[in-house]
Nanobody
Framework: QEHLVESGGGLVQPGGSLRLSCTASGFSLDRHTVGWFRQAPGKDREPISCISNHGDETFYADSVKGRFTISKDINRRTMYLQMDDLKPEDTATYYC????????????????????RGQGTQVTVSS
């Protein structure tokens, strides 16, 4: 059975950084496109980044492009989201997931649907 567990969320000041981790069990991270989405209270889920199964392609939503970096370590079964220059509007619960489907224009992630997902980790950006 596929399973994902996130960690690394917390409270950070605007302009600060956090690194989220997502550990997989029951499957290898080179089996699926995997990535992250977030959801803030009262808002729709927002896919923010994904990485192809072989790790040779990455995609980002415009809202995080240039500030967030996705990566994965197949041997460690772990995916990461390095988040820099955080803004209050980045406050949300962040989920890692397998991506069943995604739409992208060049490297811009525009839409996605998700399969297995973790329980989420809270990120709060506030002074």
């Amino acid at each position: 059975q596929e399973h994902l567990v996130e960690s690394g969320g917390g409270l950070v000041q605007p302009g600060g950084s956090l690194r989220l981790s997502c550990t997989a069990s029951g499957f290898s991270l080179d089996r699926h496109t995997v990535g992250w989405f977030r959801q803030a209270p009262g808002k729709d889920r927002e896919p923010i980044s994904c990485i192809s199964n072989h790790g040779d392609e990455t995609f980002y939503a415009d809202s995080v492009k240039g500030r967030f970096t996705i990566s994965k370590d197949i041997n460690r079964r772990t995916m990461y989201l390095q988040m820099d220059d955080l803004k209050p509007e980045d406050t949300a619960t962040y989920y890692c997931a397998t991506f069943l489907y995604y739409e992208a224009t060049y490297s811009r992630l525009e839409d996605a649907d998700f399969g297995t997902r973790g329980q989420g980790t809270q990120v709060t950006v506030s002074s």
